[in-house]
């Protein structure tokens, strides 16, 4: 059994005893980071050792199933890691952009447009 199994079987026996649990409740009981105990219990979920009952908030309430320990026992067999997230590229392409001069259509601060225009008279 992976680490990760056996985290899960701490939670199960940690929230067992409760009608339905959180992510933090989770985390709070079991000492285990909540990115961690969230991964975990996604898992669980992805293989029915626990259920969504409800949604409070935005925060999803879950039970554990009767032969939680089982499932968790026969799927976490291996270690599972999250999906790498992708990165738009046009993002990252991103940035300051430096222009010629302050009034180009689009950018800057109406106030900034009209005080360039004011001094350009200054600089002539």
Do not use: H
């Amino acid at each position: 059994m992976t680490q990760q199994g056996k985290s899960a079987i701490e939670i199960i026996k940690a929230v067992r005893g409760f009608e339905y649990f959180t992510t933090k409740q989770a985390q709070n009981i079991t000492g285990i980071p909540y990115s961690t105990a969230s991964y975990i219990i996604s898992l669980m979920r992805k293989f029915a050792a626990v259920s969504v009952v409800g949604k409070s908030k935005g925060t999803l309430k879950y039970k554990i199933s009767p032969d939680a320990v089982q499932i968790v026992k026969r799927e976490f067999t291996e270690v599972f890691k999250p999906a790498p997230k992708k990165i738009d590229d046009e993002i990252v392409g991103r940035g300051m952009v430096y222009v010629e001069k302050a009034n180009v259509q689009g950018m800057g601060s109406t106030f900034l447009k009209r005080m360039d225009s004011l001094l350009s008279e200054v600089r002539a």
